[in-house]
């Protein structure tokens, strides 16, 4: 877990035992303020990728009406303080003295290779199997040009569509809020 979360945050090539525990230290305080303002992983790491200065792009993630802090600007600093803890450590990995340097840029296209853009989630599948079922494949084969390319920039035309918060109504909904491997 502990280097799947690492190749997500961009921090795989850290190199010392000290670097790795303050990592620990940033996945387990992600972990408690995902819980404090509910996010989507999806959006919120793909946003992250691209090394924001601010926490204003990952706000793109955060479920509003789902937050159990009731004071959203203590929460917001929380998140800025994270985030540049976060880039501080990322700093460390990019260390032009260390054994591989590597370059922000490099390090971002390195999480854009493990954070996709775009998954399958329910509530698209499910009205293109109805569409399907009606004898029209368009939607459906739409899904399935957007999903075979997960970690692609796509139109804005298909971003503004497929990458996107689950609609609150849909939190509620029994068999539609996640989509299991099974499924």
């Known amino acids: 877990m502990e280097?799947?979360?690492a190749a997500?945050?961009?921090?795989?090539t850290?190199?010392?035992?000290?670097?790795?525990?303050?990592?620990n230290e940033l996945i387990s305080e992600l972990e408690t303020?995902?819980?404090?303002?509910?996010?989507?992983?999806?959006?919120?790491f793909r946003e992250l990728s691209s090394i924001p200065d601010d926490i204003g792009p990952l706000k793109k993630s955060f479920y509003k009406n789902l937050a159990n802090d009731t004071d959203p600007k203590a929460i917001?600093?929380?998140?800025?303080?994270?985030?540049?803890?976060?880039?501080?450590?990322?700093?460390?990995?990019?260390?032009?003295?260390?054994?591989?340097?590597?370059?922000?840029?490099?390090?971002?296209?390195?999480?854009?290779?493990?954070?996709?853009?775009?998954?399958?989630?329910?509530?698209f599948v499910v009205p293109a199997y109805q569409q399907a079922a009606a004898g029209n494949y368009a939607l459906l084969r739409e899904l399935q040009?957007?999903?075979?390319?997960?970690?692609?920039?796509?139109?804005?035309?298909?971003?503004?569509?497929?990458?996107?918060?689950?609609?609150?109504?849909f939190f509620e909904v029994g068999g539609l809020s996640h989509l299991s491997c099974s499924s």
Not at 77 to 99: C, I, M, S, V
């Open 76 to 123: 917001d600093t929380r998140w800025a303080q994270w985030l540049e803890k976060w880039k501080t450590l990322l700093n460390n990995a990019t260390d032009t003295n260390a054994p591989s340097p590597h370059s922000r840029e490099e390090i971002s296209r390195q999480m854009k290779r493990v954070n996709p853009k775009y998954i399958l989630r329910e509530w």
């Open 145 to 169: 040009d957007v999903m075979t390319q997960p970690y692609a920039e796509q139109s804005k035309k298909m971003e503004d569509k497929y990458y996107s918060l689950k609609p609150l109504e």
């Open 33 to 44: 303020l995902m819980q404090q303002r509910p996010v989507d992983y999806t959006i919120f």
């Open 14 to 23: 850290l190199n010392t035992a000290s670097d790795q525990a303050l990592c």
């Open 3 to 5: 280097k799947m979360w």
């Open 8 to 12: 997500k945050l961009g921090l795989s």
